[in-house]
């Protein structure tokens, strides 16, 4: 039987729901600025991560939410992050080339999993885990994708929060980016735990994560100078 932290999922959909429009409203003002299509992109993706965890636990296992849930989650739950930040580390050529060939690597992750045959007797009712796909090779793209997802998104946010540390103008720009890194780290975490066997782990993880980063994108989206919420809120860019 489900335990409530099994519902968990249901409240991260609902925030990352609120949360990639936000994005992609900014994108659309922005244009062009494709890391923010980027990163509205892998919120959304992220939502749906959770909202197949919540389907299951409300409906029981499907094989359909299962592959989907190991798509978006798995292969595509750190990726258009991170990618979102190579837009601004690099040059956008650069930043295309690469990600062309992650990509590739998640369409061949995807293809797969979803060709991948079903043990029946690993499912579990109101529980999802990789360990149901007999083809257990499928399981080795993602640690490739999600290296990339670390380097890029963690280690991007983290280098940003090092560069913002010395200018006070600045200084909400560093609290952003340090909410964004641990939020950032903690899915990664509960990926580790959910290939142990711990899915709830990840359930936890995963709504703590997108919390932190929410937070972070709001600190750095302040416009410079603004120091309080209530100054910010008056004043940031729609």
């Given at each position: 039987?489900p335990?409530?932290?099994?519902?968990i999922?249901?409240l991260?959909?609902?925030?990352a729901?609120?949360?990639?429009?936000?994005?992609?409203?900014r994108w659309?003002?922005?244009?062009p600025?494709?890391?923010?299509?980027?990163?509205?992109?892998g919120i959304a993706?992220?939502?749906?991560?959770?909202?197949?965890?919540g389907f299951?636990?409300?409906?029981?296992?499907n094989?359909?939410v299962?592959r989907?849930w190991?798509?978006?989650?798995a292969?595509?739950?750190?990726?258009?992050l991170?990618?979102?930040?190579v837009?601004?580390?690099f040059e956008r050529?650069?930043?295309?080339?690469?990600?062309?060939?992650v990509?590739?690597v998640?369409?061949?992750g995807?293809?797969?999993?979803?060709l991948?045959?079903?043990?029946?007797?690993?499912?579990?009712?109101?529980?999802?885990t990789g360990?149901?796909?007999?083809w257990?090779q499928?399981?080795?793209?993602?640690?490739?994708?999600?290296?990339y997802?670390?380097?890029?998104?963690i280690?991007g946010?983290?280098?940003?929060?090092?560069?913002y540390?010395?200018?006070?103008?600045?200084?909400?720009?560093?609290?952003?980016?340090?909410?964004i890194?641990?939020?950032a780290l903690?899915?990664g975490?509960?990926?580790t735990?959910t290939?142990?066997?711990y899915?709830e782990v990840?359930?936890?993880m995963?709504?703590?994560?997108i919390?932190?980063i929410w937070i972070?994108?709001t600190y750095?989206?302040?416009?410079q100078?603004?120091?309080s919420?209530?100054?910010?809120?008056?004043t940031a860019?729609a």
């Open positions: 039987m335990t409530p932290v099994h519902y999922p249901i991260t959909t609902v925030l729901i609120c949360f990639a429009p936000i994005v992609f409203r659309q003002l922005r244009k600025a494709p890391h923010l299509f980027w990163w509205s992109m993706l992220y939502g749906v991560g959770t909202f197949t965890e299951t636990t409300l409906f029981g296992w094989e359909v299962f989907s190991y798509i978006s989650g292969l595509l739950g750190g990726w258009p991170a990618q979102g930040t837009y601004l580390m050529r650069t930043a295309t080339i690469m990600a062309s060939i990509g590739t998640v369409v061949a995807a293809i797969a999993v979803l991948s045959p079903i043990d029946a007797s690993l499912v579990e009712p109101h529980r999802l360990r149901v796909m007999e257990q499928a399981r080795l793209f993602s640690p490739f994708v999600n290296l997802a670390a380097i890029f998104l280690g946010a983290a280098l940003s929060a090092w560069r540390r010395v200018d006070p103008s600045l200084r909400h720009r560093f609290i952003g980016n340090c909410y890194a641990v939020g903690l899915p975490i509960g990926g735990a290939r142990m066997g899915t990840l359930y936890v995963e709504l703590i994560g919390t932190l972070g994108y750095n989206v302040r416009p100078g603004v120091s919420p209530g100054a910010a809120a008056r860019p």
